[in-house]
């Protein structure tokens, strides 16, 4: 019992040090909790546990050496680059203004959890991490206590990943309550140009990782 307290907690820690490093997603969560509120910041999380879990199946399944290959880290790179591009550019030319956005569409809420999907598969650094410390943490809890260790790891994980983006949804939105057109066309500016940036990023460190590899 005490080991998987310890593997709750150290995990915690683990996902707490990567979710606080910039990034794709916290992009995302920020942009979203001003158009939507609060609640753009768990639907983001729910997207990004659902590429989680799926990666991990694909773990299981045996296919822990195609996550961590020069040639999938070269088809991710790319292919992430691209969409963040494809993101960024969205997000800067946006030109619905603060008033006019509906916070409870449907279509808003599926958007959050698919921007958390993306935001996710579309990072090479998901994949490195996973690859390295997240599969150390899986099969460590698997040692410990078998599915159980591995949901301990899992709880810890996700509860970092929660906390975090809950809160800068939270604080985002309470800013949007008092914010202008003005204001918000603008944050939507830096977050689009952000994603460029982190996508064209992307392309040329997937690029030369990939011409290393020929040497």
């Known amino acids: 019992?005490?080991?998987?307290?310890?593997?709750?907690?150290?995990?915690?820690?683990?996902?707490?040090?990567?979710?606080?490093?910039?990034?794709?997603?916290?992009?995302?969560?920020?942009?979203?909790?001003?158009?939507?509120?609060?609640?753009?910041?768990?639907?983001?999380?729910?997207?990004?546990?659902?590429?989680?879990?799926?990666?991990?199946?694909?773990?299981?399944?045996?296919f822990s050496w195609l996550i961590g290959s020069t040639t999938a880290a070269m088809i991710i790179g790319t292919l992430g680059g691209i969409m963040l591009i494809y993101m960024g550019y969205n997000n800067s030319k946006s030109s619905n203004k603060l008033l006019n956005i509906q916070k409870d569409g449907l279509s808003q809420r599926y958007g959050s959890v698919f921007g958390g999907i993306i935001t996710s598969i579309s990072n090479p650094y998901f994949f490195i991490w996973w690859a390295t410390i997240g599969m150390a943490f899986m099969f460590k809890g698997l040692e410990i206590a078998g599915i159980i260790g591995l949901l301990g790891f899992l709880i810890g994980h996700w509860s970092a990943d929660m906390s975090w983006y809950s809160t800068v949804s939270f604080l985002t939105s309470k800013g949007s309550e008092i914010m202008t057109d003005e204001h918000y066309d603008m944050i939507m500016k830096i977050c689009g140009i952000f994603l460029i940036i982190l996508g064209i990023y992307f392309l040329i460190t997937a690029q030369l990782s990939n011409i290393v590899s020929l040497f």
Do not use: N, R, Y
Not at 6 to 33: E, Q, R
Not at 39 to 60: C, K, N, Q, R, Y
């Open 1 to 62: 019992m005490i080991e998987i307290l310890l593997l709750i907690a150290t995990s915690f820690v683990a996902g707490l040090s990567g979710a606080l490093v910039p990034g794709p997603m916290l992009t995302v969560t920020i942009s979203d909790s001003v158009k939507k509120g609060f609640i753009a910041g768990p639907l983001v999380v729910l997207g990004h546990f659902i590429a989680e879990i799926t990666l991990i199946f694909i773990i299981m399944a045996g």
